[in-house]
């Protein structure tokens, strides 16, 4: 007996066939007869307001269709329809053996769908590569069998206002010419104020499998194109279960927006380099969303060595995970020495 899913078509109403999301529609399409079926979707404006009590009963839990299942082998929780049944986990391609007891928790808040098919996803990893300079040619021309799996990954998204009051010394150099020869000094001056900054949809993975570096690698995320969650968008692929709690994520995104802070207050001022710069901040306003983005993983070997390469699934940005031809880093070393080398003989002649 087939289960009734919430809110969803269960069958394609022609011929009976599974449905799967299309990321080029948007909508449900029969994999058997390619019917389309529409379903409904709204846009995701609002986050909710930070509270770590995250797992309270307030929040949905997400539909009992649902299954927890792990991957034996790299340990990553899938969410998935219980009418579904992913063959290879989308991290390491090792199958899923061991069904956890474990029940799916919530729901998530919103989803930026999928944008483009794995044959896209794998026609814009070619097309990519070939612009990047330091990966070998041997790829470029042809690409190691790969495997590409689509996965939604978990995220928390932050909405937060700063204050921050400053104090600091900076240095500045000065170059001066005297009796036709020039000398450089150096001063230092103070400084001090306040600054207010606003930060939206700071993302932080909430993935046993990505890291932040790997993430912020391929963001951003377009999340005007956010959708509030519905089942229906993760036909055919499949969800990781968040793995990270909030609080943790939280001040991960704070990590993230101190260096932005730093970098505006140094902005307003003309200097060579830092004595110290001492900031204190303080956070309101701060709201937050759990999400699923939609990621590409393409595994591969080359030089027998695996790869793991991942690409936005909405903009199809491609992580800097590549092989790297290790002439053409010796080659750009050489140039840059040569250069370098170069600069200090002019320099020697025209200081004589
Ligand atoms: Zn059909
Ligand atoms: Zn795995």
């Avoid at 994999?31 to 389309?36: S, V």
């Avoid at 901040?281 to 695996?306: L, R």
């Avoid at 053409?328 to 600069?343: D, E, M, S, W, Y």
Wanted: charge should be positive; hydrophobic fraction near 35%; proline fraction near 4%.
């Amino acid at each position: 007996m087939v289960r009734k899913l919430n809110a969803t078509i269960e069958k394609c109403e022609g011929c009976g066939g599974n449905l799967v999301f299309c990321p080029d529609t948007l909508e449900l399409t029969c994999e058997k007869c390619g019917k389309e079926q529409k379903f409904n979707k709204q846009k995701l404006t609002t986050k909710r307001n930070l509270n770590f009590d995250f797992q309270e009963d307030n929040y949905n839990k997400w539909v009992e269709s649902n299954k927890v299942i792990q991957c034996k082998s790299c340990g990553a929780r899938i969410v998935l329809n219980k009418l579904e049944y992913a063959s290879n986990c989308p991290y390491c391609q090792s199958s899923f053996v061991s069904l956890s007891e474990e029940l799916p928790g919530i729901t998530p808040d919103g989803i930026i769908p999928f944008e483009f098919d794995g044959d896209e996803a794998l026609h814009k990893f070619k097309a990519q590569v070939k612009k990047r300079f330091y990966v070998p040619r041997a790829i470029k021309k042809s690409l190691p069998r790969n495997k590409v799996s689509g996965v939604y990954i978990p995220s928390f998204s932050f909405d937060l206002d700063s204050k921050s009051s400053y104090k600091g010394v900076l240095i500045k150099t000065q170059t001066y010419f005297k009796d036709g020869k020039s000398y450089t000094r150096e001063f230092s001056f103070p400084i001090s104020g306040k600054i207010n900054l606003p930060f939206r949809d700071i993302m932080v993975e909430a993935s046993s499998q990505i890291t932040q570096k790997q993430l912020s690698q391929i963001l951003p995320f377009n999340s005007e194109k956010a959708y509030k969650f519905e089942e229906d968008f993760i036909r055919g692929y499949v969800v990781e279960h968040y793995n990270e709690d909030l609080k943790a994520c939280f001040e991960q995104a704070k990590q993230i927006v101190d260096p932005n802070i730093r970098r505006e207050i140094l902005k307003k001022y003309a200097y060579s380099r830092v004595q110290y710069l001492d900031i204190d901040t303080k956070f309101y306003n701060e709201k937050f969303i759990y999400n699923v983005s939609p990621i590409y993983i393409f595994e591969y070997n080359y030089k027998k060595k695996q790869y793991v390469t991942l690409m936005n699934g909405q903009t199809g940005k491609l992580g800097k995970d590549l092989p790297i031809s290790k002439i053409k880093v010796a080659f750009t070393v050489l140039i840059i020495l040569l250069f370098i080398a170069g600069v200090v003989v002019l320099s020697i002649l025209y200081s004589n």
